[in-house]
């Protein structure tokens, strides 16, 4: 096989927005999916998502669903097998095929309800894994690569080494793991193996306790990515590998990371149907209007010139939300009005609240979720603050740059591949990393960003914003043709070219 071959891919995941989202990961399939039918080459015809059909998954009204009726094993059936009705529906860039089985998705919650995980989430995923691979058997179609995603996908490749090796269709199939999460293995207790559908080749894998399905993906993938080159080199290491560091280092080079795309035809202050004014890098005029529109909104005065710093997203330790909190008071010290968009951990929720009564026109906190007020925030704040203790790759530091918004970020996973720090690329840089995760090294990182923000030479701080926005981080431009590339290296190695 040449480098030029057509691909023929199958992409497995337990979310693919807009369909079915709890997180990022939902978010990175759907741009993942659309961005490779537009790599040059690559492939002949559209990458096909199979995704169970849960129960709140909505169709767009006169969307187009042909139904195939697939016979897959499931050795909870009456007779070993079952039919599975597959729903097919062209999405925005990729064919959607829907795994219409209501016991197994037909639930609250996409993974379990409030008394925890479901106790058959081994069946349930693999009976996803294996109706994809039966589907594509039962219509005689070649799998060139299984594009896995996360532990929830993994079933798939027990099951084409396991019980389909000798298979035309799908035996030969490459396989690409991408880990998203690593906290979060799949695992399957011995008494519950039989789930995945195996049958007695079941039995040989894991050990007396049973079974870890990330662990087994990492070992069985071709290849094995992640989603940016920092967090590779980080959860190598114990501290961060989640009990997944020895199998990566194992690897060796078949491990790398890919940094995230960012979707920008979504998010575009160009065309953002929410902000106050539009504007791009040649006008950013009404960047200026977003601001004061942000700032009446959230009742301080739009004509004061202090910069104002932004935190989006999910309250946690995670997100260094206790940093941002226990420097507060320094932040308004050096003239700083503090926003703050996100909910979650009311422990460092109630410091930040009694704070911002204290001080409502220097403090904004909004703790719930604002779709319309995260792009108001970016198109209108002065900084971004992503204090992450780690952060595999991050999206919002990319929105932020591309709205002209300049990130205060600590130097780890993604934040480090996306950001380049002004003092260290003075003529290069985009925003201003710190190094450990403590409060004083947080605030001189702000403090170093509102010095340059209010220095007497605009063009310092107008050349910096121009160089954010005109950062490339397109899933087409870098991202795509990355795992195209990794896709044919996997596939070459199934191969043994």
């Not at 030029?4 to 939902?26: D, M, Q, R, Y």
């Not at 909004?366 to 108001?376: M, W």
């Not at 002209?404 to 720090?421: E, H, K």
Request: hydrophobic share 45%; with cysteine.
């Amino acid at each position: 096989m040449t480098t030029t071959n057509p691909l023929n891919i199958l992409l497995l995941s337990a979310e693919v927005v807009p369909f079915a989202k709890t997180g990022g990961l939902a978010d990175v399939v759907d741009a993942l999916a659309r961005a490779l039918g537009h790599v040059p080459r690559a492939m002949t015809e559209p990458v096909e998502v199979f995704l169970p059909r849960y129960r709140d998954v909505q169709l767009a009204a006169g969307s187009a669903a042909a139904i195939r009726i697939v016979r897959v094993p499931d050795p909870f059936a009456a007779d070993g097998r079952r039919d599975v009705p597959i729903l097919t529906t062209i999405a925005d860039g990729y064919r959607l095929r829907l795994v219409d089985v209501p016991e197994a998705y037909d639930r609250d919650g996409y993974y379990g309800g409030a008394a925890g995980d479901f106790a058959d989430n081994e069946w349930r995923f693999g009976l996803l894994c294996r109706a994809a691979l039966e589907t594509r058997r039962d219509e005689g179609r070649r799998v060139d690569l299984l594009a896995l995603h996360d532990w929830h996908a993994c079933p798939a490749i027990l099951q084409r080494d396991l019980v389909l090796a000798g298979d035309p269709v799908v035996g030969r199939a490459a396989a690409v793991l991408t880990v998203h999460n690593p906290a979060f293995h799949g695992w399957v207790s011995r008494d519950r193996v039989v789930g995945l559908g195996l049958g007695i080749a079941g039995e040989s894998i894991g050990d007396a306790s049973g079974l870890d399905l990330l662990a087994e993906g990492v070992r069985r993938a071709e290849i094995v990515t992640t989603v940016s080159p920092g967090y590779a080199r980080e959860i190598l290491g114990q501290d961060q590998g989640m009990g997944l560091d020895a199998e990566l280092r194992a690897r060796g080079d078949r491990f790398v990371g890919i940094l995230n795309g960012l979707d920008t035809g979504l998010w575009d202050p160009a065309t953002d149907p929410v902000i106050a004014a539009r504007y791009d890098l040649a006008g950013r005029s009404g960047k200026a209007a977003c601001r004061a529109d942000l700032l009446a909104r959230l009742g301080m005065d739009p004509a004061d010139a202090g910069p104002v710093a932004a935190m989006v997203g999910r309250v946690h330790w995670q997100k260094g939300s206790d940093l941002v909190a226990a420097a507060a008071g320094e932040l308004l010290e050096l003239g700083v009005r503090l926003v703050v968009l996100g909910c979650g951990d009311d422990a460092l929720l109630d410091p930040a609240r009694a704070v911002a009564r204290d001080r409502p026109d220097r403090i904004a906190l909004v703790d719930r979720f604002d779709r319309d007020l995260s792009r108001r925030i970016y198109a209108g704040a002065d900084l971004l603050l992503m204090p992450s203790r780690f952060e595999p790759c991050g999206q919002a530091q990319m929105i932020a740059l591309r709205y002209g918004t300049p990130p205060v970020a600590r130097r780890t996973g993604g934040l480090a591949d996306s950001i380049l720090d002004l003092d260290e690329w003075p003529d290069a840089g985009t925003g201003f990393l710190f190094e450990e995760a403590t409060r004083p090294a947080f605030v001189a990182a702000v403090e170093r960003a509102v010095t340059v923000f209010s220095g007497a030479d605009r063009s310092a701080w107008g050349g910096l914003v121009g160089r954010g926005m005109a950062a490339d981080f397109s899933w087409e431009t870098a991202s795509a043709r990355a795992y195209v590339g990794t896709y044919r290296r996997a596939i070459r190695l199934r191969r043994g070219s």
